[in-house]
């Protein structure tokens, strides 16, 4: 015979506090982990965490504080052309060749979005629409 499978059925509903809740989600929002590796961690389902999340940003566990973001707000963005010479496009002193070269209007190829919790591949990208996008992650 196989033993019996513990259920959450057998158990009275788990309650959890503010400060263990705001606790958590200030966890998910510093890392840069996924919302269902958290709740893994915390043994939560991802729609509870989700939700704590949204009204951790309603105010409902205290004030709201504003996490220093990871990665910079501003980046440093160059349109190079494809035919010429590869450049990196980061803006250092060590590369001021990149920085003076002329801004392209076509679409780009390919672009390739890392953020730390998830990326964003687009094809055919018109230089407006990277414009948005740059300024939608602000």
């Known amino acids: 015979m196989s033993s019996p499978e513990i259920s959450y ?24 982990a ?6 893994r961690a915390y043994d939560l389902h991802p729609n509870q965490l989700c939700r704590w999340r ?23 963005v160059a349109l190079v052309d494809t035919d010429a010479e590869p450049c990196v496009a980061i803006a250092t002193a060590a590369t001021p060749k990149c920085l003076d070269m002329p801004v392209v209007t076509k679409r780009l190829g390919r672009l390739r979005v890392i953020l ?16 948005l996008l740059i300024e939608a992650l602000r």
């Open 34 to 39: 996924t919302v269902a590796e958290v709740a």
């Open 9 to 32: 059925r057998n158990h009275p509903r788990r309650r959890f506090n503010r400060h263990f809740k705001r606790e958590v989600v200030e966890i998910l929002l510093e890392q840069a």
């Open 116 to 131: 730390p919790k998830g990326q964003i591949h687009l094809e055919e990208v018109e230089p407006e629409t990277l414009g």
């Open 54 to 76: 949204n009204e951790y940003f309603r105010g409902e566990y205290g004030a709201v504080i504003a996490a220093t973001p990871s990665v910079p707000t501003r980046l440093p």
